[in-house]
C-alpha cells in the first residue's frame, strides 16, 4: 500500500523559496512515475510538475524555470524546489503517484501561502 506524507509548507514573502517533502512508501509502479500538483479552493487543481523512473521531468509553464522536481531515491522522498515564489502560487500542494498502471495515490497535502 502507497503512502505519501507530505511536509514543508508554510508562509513565504513574494520572491521567496521554499522546499517541500513527500516521504514516499509502498510500490509507487513500474514508471516509478511521481508528481506534485496544487488545488485552491473552487479552481482545478494544476499539475506542477513530474518525473518518473528515467528522471524525465515536465513543469507547467507558469512553474517552469522557478521550480524543480527532485526525488532522492536513498531517502525515499520527493522534493519540490520552490524559488522566486508568487503570491499566485498560493495553494495546498500534494505529491501523487502518476502510474498509468496503478491507481493514483496522493498525500494530505501542506498549505503554500505566499504574500505580497
Known amino acids: 500500500q502507497v503512502q505519501l506524507v507530505e511536509s514543508g509548507g508554510g508562509s513565504v514573502q513574494s520572491g521567496g523559496s521554499l522546499r517541500l517533502s513527500c516521504a514516499v512508501s509502498?510500490?509507487?509502479?513500474?514508471?516509478?512515475?511521481m508528481a506534485w500538483f496544487r488545488q485552491t479552493p473552487g479552481k482545478e487543481r494544476e499539475g506542477v510538475a513530474t518525473?518518473?523512473?528515467?528522471?524525465?521531468?515536465n513543469y507547467a509553464d507558469s512553474v517552469k524555470g522557478r521550480f524543480t522536481i527532485d526525488p532522492d531515491s536513498v531517502k525515499k522522498i520527493l522534493y519540490l524546489q520552490m524559488n522566486s515564489l508568487k503570491p499566485e502560487d498560493t495553494a495546498v500542494y500534494y505529491c501523487?503517484?502518476?502510474?498509468?498502471?496503478?491507481?493514483?495515490?496522493r498525500g494530505q497535502g501542506t498549505q503554500v501561502t505566499v504574500s505580497s
Open positions: 518525473i518518473d523512473g528515467d528522471g524525465n521531468s
Open positions: 509502498g510500490y509507487i509502479g513500474r514508471s516509478a512515475c
Open positions: 501523487a503517484t502518476c502510474d498509468p498502471e496503478l491507481p493514483e495515490v
